[in-house]
């Protein structure tokens, strides 16, 4: 059995499937967890909050990367492509 117990910061989950047992687990996750029903509602009031202050967008652009860029490829590691190292096409997409 597993106890969920959630509090303002964080959620403690505690293992507690042999009550008798003094061996108990203990997990903490804090509520920043990307992809947890909490921080979507964070980016969605973030974005609500955005277009409240700037008003509505009057263009939507959109950029795609290339992984085949020179700047990509020149920065892999020899033997890697550029689906191994997602930090250097970031690091080269935000340049």
């Not at 106890?3 to 008798?20: A, H, L, M």
């Not at 009031?45 to 008003?55: I, P």
Request: net charge positive; proline share 6%; hydrophobic share 35%.
């Amino acid at each position: 059995m597993l106890v969920i117990e959630e509090s303002e910061e964080n959620i403690n989950i505690e293992d507690v499937f042999n009550p008798g047992s003094e061996e108990k687990t203990s997990s903490r996750i804090l509520k920043s967890l990307t992809g947890r029903s909490k921080w979507y509602k964070f980016k969605e009031q973030n974005a609500l909050a955005v277009q409240r202050h700037f008003g509505k967008p009057h263009l939507f652009i959109t950029f795609t990367c290339n992984p085949k860029w020179p700047e990509i490829i020149n920065s892999l590691p020899k033997g890697f492509k550029a689906t191994d190292r997602p930090d250097i096409v970031v690091r080269v997409f935000s340049l």
